[in-house]
């Protein structure tokens, strides 16, 4: 018979999912990142092979401009206030916004910013930081990219989703989760419903 463990991830097992609502950035925050996002894209188009400084991404010039990626060349910290955040964060941490050194990697619903990612240059495999950052105040929530009336890519990282974009954005929509544990918002909720067919493809 089932135990009370059983029964209860049965219970859970069924439970329907409900997608939120998609939450935009406060307006000081969507300027803050419009400036940044094109500052480091104008030192990425002057310097563009950082983009491939560690490795080969398979992505080009042309990626650079498409996508508006950008490179931070330096570790920047700014106060909260400035990115209409509240002076501490939630977790009761420090007052500074913190910008570290790497691949800034923005994503937009109708060309309004709603994250921006840093892949950290300086990340090495026993740090104690994540290899990327996500800027306070952004969204977490997938990022859509191509057409969504094509058939749909979901993958892991927005680089790869990027990169699937830049050679077959003819053939496919990507939607880039931005990690696992992301769950659609109601946004990308319909598009799921509503396309077909749909390739898993996760980092594993």
């Given at each position: ?25 406060s307006n000081e925050w969507q300027q803050k990142a419009i400036d940044f996002v094109q500052q480091s894209h104008q030192y990425l ?62 994503s937009f619903r109708t060309d309004i910013p709603i994250r921006i990612k840093i892949r950290r240059q300086n990340w090495k495999p026993d740090d104690e930081y994540p ?74």
């Amino acid at each position: 018979p089932p135990t009370n463990l059983s029964r209860h991830v049965l219970a859970r097992s069924k439970e329907k999912f409900i997608p939120k609502p998609l939450t935009i950035p406060s307006n000081e925050w969507q300027q803050k990142a419009i400036d940044f996002v094109q500052q480091s894209h104008q030192y990425l188009l002057k310097y563009p092979h950082l983009l491939n400084v560690d490795k080969d991404r398979g992505l080009t010039n042309q990626s650079i401009i498409d996508f508006q990626l950008g490179w931070n060349p330096r570790d920047i910290f700014e106060t909260r206030e400035l990115w209409g955040l509240p002076g501490m964060s939630l977790q009761g941490g420090s007052h500074l916004l913190c910008i570290p050194q790497g691949i800034v990697i923005p994503s937009f619903r109708t060309d309004i910013p709603i994250r921006i990612k840093i892949r950290r240059q300086n990340w090495k495999p026993d740090d104690e930081y994540p290899k990327y950052h996500i800027v306070a105040g952004g969204t977490t929530c997938p990022s859509i990219y191509g057409d969504i009336s094509k058939p749909l890519v979901i993958v892991e990282a927005e680089l790869d989703a990027m990169l699937l974009q830049h050679f077959a954005a003819d053939y496919c929509c990507c939607i880039a989760l931005g990690g696992v544990s992301i769950k659609p918002d109601v946004v990308v909720d319909r598009i799921l419903r509503q396309t077909t067919p749909i390739l898993y493809a996760l980092d594993f």
